[in-house]
């Protein structure tokens, strides 16, 4: 009988906390210590091989459309898998969806970022409505009548999916439609309109009627809408059911067949006369739903480097077993390089999510900082690099990593949409300028915390300072160095964390090869150094 030899076992069940030595750090460090033993409880769950197989099972079974029912009535319903239920009721039960909102403490948002951070390793689909739920709160706020009617409902862990109106279920969730087929991140050609219908007490109700370029996640329970009213731009709330109890008139026009997040529905819808609530100010849209743009920003790059997590542990996992050349791929010399530069890439990648994550948690000057200058900083390089980082460790496992069984093509195809979605890699770039323009010493408070640590390696004393006189010009207006601007500014905080908390081997290693010169597209390019060291410490098997 042919027998199958020198093939790694799955990597499963394991503990996704545990096994993560970053993140283990930067929750104790960015003051989510507290929350240890539910998310080593979490990491469990989502390590779990019939979890493992819930991923798997959502994105070969993706949902499908029901515009009409059988007789032809408009229903505009979509029907998910069993798996994504089941997942999308693990990441509700364990609060991330809204737990740093119903239960606000020091490192309540940092707690949260790895809880999704590990999430999105077993599946990232489910992580979209969880990520609009999370953002969409600060926008609702808003409108003191929506906060008393839809945050307790929100702030529920428990996963409802039953398509009725809200007031009649245990939990919800909230989308978003912004964008348009003739504007995209252009939000302001939006053609949208929303006439004025009727003030009811507390609730400015209007009619939209329109149509949106992606609605994500259909089936959510309200979404946040820009259209245009009598008084400009605006921000409403869109139920999927009216206040009488009708369906409300969400048209979903079709599914979009994406390149990844399969398992996630992503529409093009009509509004046609659709019930809508006003949030904030009439004619301040953007200014209304921009806190939520943040909180959606700030889930990309955690998604981002949550994949590059999985994606380095299959590789370096996959190293650890299997056998070419009479050794273990992990001891031989090429392939530690590369394996340790992928390790780099995601432990850099994790600290600086983690760091920023806790900058949500607080309300200083400095965090003010880095909430505005670097989420869309850290989104913009993060989310690129990832892709790369998936592409090269895919190569690690060779022809078993490029097959559908393996969890690395879905990784690969899922991470561009980080890039893309809540503003692509240029929109990020731009927004950074505007934010060291118009905050006041924004620029002043970030070179000063990297040059608190630049004064003990010349390295990142080379990189600050080609920073601080790039942003000493002040040239706002020259938009062409953009993105070397915010690369520059990402490596220096990324060096500066990992020679503030790092092991000797991790950081060194990072800021010889990372800024020495310009970070190349290749990775296993790493000088000379404990390539080992840094390769256990990434590892995921029981450490």
């Not at 606000?104 to 689909?125: D, K, N």
């Not at 994500?216 to 009216?242: E, K, N, Y």
């Not at 010399?333 to 340790?340: K, P, Q």
């Not at 390696?457 to 002040?474: F, I, T």
């Amino acid at each position: 009988m042919y027998a199958v030899t020198n093939q790694p076992p799955p990597l499963e069940p394991y503990n996704l906390l545990q096994t993560d030595r970053a993140l283990r750090e930067a929750l104790v460090r960015e003051k989510a210590g507290w929350a240890a033993e539910e998310l080593t409880a979490l990491g469990k769950t989502l390590g779990e091989p019939e979890t493992v197989q819930l991923g798997f099972a959502a994105n070969v079974n993706p949902p499908v459309l029901h515009a009409f029912d059988r007789y032809g009535h408009r229903i505009d319903e979509v029907e998910f898998h069993p798996a994504w239920h089941a997942l999308m009721s693990l990441a509700v039960e364990a609060g991330l969806h809204a737990s740093p909102w119903a239960k606000p403490q020091a490192g309540a948002h940092v707690a949260r970022a790895a809880g999704t951070y590990m999430l999105v390793q077993i599946e990232s689909g489910v992580y979209c409505p969880i990520a609009m739920t999370y953002g969409a709160v600060p926008a609702l706020r808003q409108a003191p009548a929506a906060v008393a009617e839809w945050l307790p409902r929100i702030f529920a862990r428990h996963y409802d999916p039953r398509f009725r109106p809200a007031k009649e279920k245990t939990g919800a969730l909230l989308g978003m439609a912004m964008t348009e087929n003739q504007g995209g991140s252009d939000l302001r050609t939006n053609t949208t309109q929303a006439e004025l219908r009727t003030n009811e007490g507390p609730h400015r109700l209007f009619r939209l009627s329109g149509q949106k370029w992606f609605m994500s996640a259909p089936m959510c329970d309200a979404f946040l809408v820009l259209a245009q009213s009598p008084g400009g731009l605006s921000c409403f709330l869109v139920p999927r059911w009216t206040r009488g109890g009708e369906r409300n008139a969400i048209h979903i026009l079709r599914l979009k067949d994406k390149l990844g997040n399969r398992s996630n529905a992503s529409s093009e819808v009509e509004f046609a006369g659709a019930e809508g609530e006003l949030i904030g100010e009439e004619g301040r849209g953007i200014p209304t739903i921009i806190e939520m743009s943040n909180y959606a920003r700030l889930d990309c790059a955690i998604g981002s480097a949550g994949l590059m997590r999985q994606a380095v542990a299959q590789a370096i996992h996959h190293a650890s077993h299997r056998v070419a050349f009479q050794k273990k791929l992990v001891d031989q010399v090429l392939m530690t390089n590369v394996l340790a530069d992928l390790a780099l890439e995601s432990e850099a990648a994790t600290v600086l999510t983690m760091r920023l994550a806790r900058a949500y948690d607080e309300d200083d000057e400095l965090a003010l900082v880095w909430r505005r200058v670097m989420t869309p900083a850290a989104k913009f390089w993060i989310c690129k690099r990832a892709p790369l980082l998936a592409a090269e460790a895919m190569e690690v496992l060779g022809g078993n990593g490029y097959v559908e069984e393996c969890v690395m093509p879905r990784i690969y195809r899922e991470l561009p949409v980080n890039s893309i979605w809540e503003g692509s890699g240029n929109i990020m770039c731009l927004d950074v300028l505007r934010a060291l323009e118009r905050v006041p010493h924004a620029g002043e408070l970030l070179l000063r915390e990297v040059g608190e640590t630049a004064r003990g390696d010349k390295r990142l004393q080379s990189v600050a300072g080609r920073l601080e006189r790039e942003l000493a010009q002040n040239d706002w207006h020259d938009e062409s160095r953009a993105r070397a601007i915010v690369r520059d500014l990402v490596l220096a905080m990324q060096g500066a964390l990992l020679l503030q908390h790092a092991p000797t081997a991790v950081a060194d290693a990072f800021c010889a090869s990372r800024l020495g010169g310009e970070p190349g597209g290749t990775f296993g390019l790493l000088p000379s150094g404990e390539f080992h060291a840094i390769v256990e410490r990434a590892s995921p098997l029981p450490q």
